[in-house]
């Protein structure tokens, strides 16, 4: 038997926004110079576009992430080469891709590592270019089996492999913008495996 776990998409809606807001809304208590939180991501991602298949789901995302301290700290690298320190420093994250057409939206955690690429502000006094990527663990409230249909994709799993990649320019030590591009599947463990992938642009704001 098929579980369709259809849910109302007002309802999926709902509980897509209240995770945003819940991500966005925890950061202020743990943010600054003394605290543990390194970033707040900000961006509208184009859903499910299809990079391995079809464009199946439509609509938007709302993503929010927030980004933490390394738990390796910065003394421990300090021997190491420059250009390599970011790879042996690691950095939590929690972040939410919340459908607005009440599809399937999705809550992330994992493993994160930053670069930058370049700090001589090619366009700012204080800009560089920085690339992340990162993955984990995602759940979602998708459909799991399904047959396949013109507006639902079968994810195979409430629980999915969550990769990330994200590309941008550092305004000012503060500000950032970025192309950001996310990819969660069960990498064929189960027989569906449908894939959702989301691209577009984010904001970040670093303290």
């Not at 369709?4 to 309802?11: A, F, I, L, Q, S």
């Not at 950061?27 to 509208?44: E, M, Q, R, S």
Request: hydrophobic share 40%; charged share 15%; with cysteine.
């Amino acid at each position: 038997m098929y579980c369709n776990r259809d849910r109302p998409r007002g309802y999926r809606s709902l509980g897509a926004l209240v995770l945003t807001v819940g991500v966005v809304a925890a950061v202020p208590a743990f943010a600054g110079d003394d605290g543990i939180v390194t970033a707040l991501k900000l961006g509208v991602l184009d859903h499910d576009i299809g990079i391995l298949g079809g464009h199946t789901e439509h609509g938007a995302d709302i993503n929010a992430e927030v980004q933490f301290e390394s738990f390796v700290p910065a003394s421990a690298v300090s021997g190491i080469d420059p250009h390599l320190r970011w790879l042996l420093r690691p950095a939590p994250n929690i972040g939410v891709d919340g459908n607005t057409a009440g599809l399937t939206s999705q809550l992330y955690f994992g493993l994160t590592w930053t670069a930058n690429l370049d700090t001589g502000g090619v366009l700012w006094p204080d800009g560089a270019v920085f690339f992340m990527f990162g993955f984990g663990p995602a759940f979602n409230n998708g459909k799991i089996y399904a047959p396949d249909t013109s507006d639902h994709l079968s994810l195979g799993g409430s629980v999915l492999f969550h990769e990330q990649i994200e590309v941008g320019y550092r305004i000012t030590p503060r500000w950032s913008v970025s192309v950001y591009f996310d990819h969660s599947s069960n990498a064929g463990i189960d027989r569906y495996n449908a894939g959702l992938d989301n691209l577009g642009m984010r904001v970040g704001l670093h303290f």
